[in-house]
T-cell receptor
């Protein structure tokens, strides 16, 4: 069975500060991991994905995430937050050949001026 | 390419009414999915399809039915709506071939309220 836990349902940072969104996963098979972003009243958009190549993955809009097998983590970071980063972020894991995604509960990122 | 589209965008139903949500994709994707999004619970898989004419249950299938008569369309039906089905529904699709490594492409969502 697979599961995802996102620590912190709400994260608030100041503009220009480091963004750190936490994701821990559980998987009985080698996982593929994804971060999606959802802007208000929109669908989900892929930020980045880990598919067993490099453990440090770079995505769009300056985000990156590091896969740490020993910690079963895939935390999302961005060195300097921008107002436009305010959104909800979802971590997801996939490991089956049907491509089904298991999502975390989401983290809302607030960016203060 | 329109990507993944969903109709309708909004709907209000009374308890016991039925409706069908339509998802269409123009990317020739083999796999399609229906999720529901509820506050604090992320997205949960309702049903999915791995090809035309095939469907399977996801995590929360009760109260829903689906059909995939054409490769590009995936329909989600509510036969007798209940207030617990008030949610935002998302359709997604992904290409066949590289399995679970592929990203899913999401539609804009349908906001359903059941009174």
């Amino acid at each position: 069975a697979q599961s995802v836990t996102q620590l912190g349902s709400h994260v608030s940072v100041s503009e220009g500060a480091l963004v750190l969104l936490r994701c821990n996963y559980s998987s009985s098979v080698p996982p593929y991991l994804f971060w999606y972003v959802q802007y208000p009243n929109q669908g989900l958009q892929l930020l980045l994905k880990y598919t067993s190549a490099a453990t440090l993955v770079k995505g769009i809009n300056g985000f990156e995430a590091e896969f740490k097998k020993s910690e079963t983590s895939f935390h999302l970071t961005k060195p300097s937050a921008h107002m436009s980063d305010a959104a909800e972020y979802f971590c997801a894991v996939s490991g089956s050949n049907t491509g089904k995604l298991i999502f975390g509960q989401g983290t809302t990122l607030q960016v203060k001026p | 390419n329109a990507g993944v589209t969903q109709t309708p965008k909004f709907r209000v139903l009374k308890t016991g009414q039925s409706m069908t949500l339509l998802c269409a994709q123009d990317m020739n994707h083999e796999y399609m999915y229906w999720y529901r999004q509820d506050p604090g619970m992320g997205l949960r898989l309702i049903h999915y399809s791995v090809g035309e004419g095939t469907t399977a249950k996801g995590e929360v299938p009760d109260g829903y039915n689906v059909s995939r008569l054409k490769k590009q369309n995936f329909l989600l039906g509510l036969e007798s709506a209940a207030p617990s089905q008030t949610s935002v529904y998302f359709c997604a699709s992904t290409i066949l071939g590289r399995g679970s490594k592929d990203e899913q492409f999401f539609g804009p969502g349908t906001r359903l309220t059941v009174l």
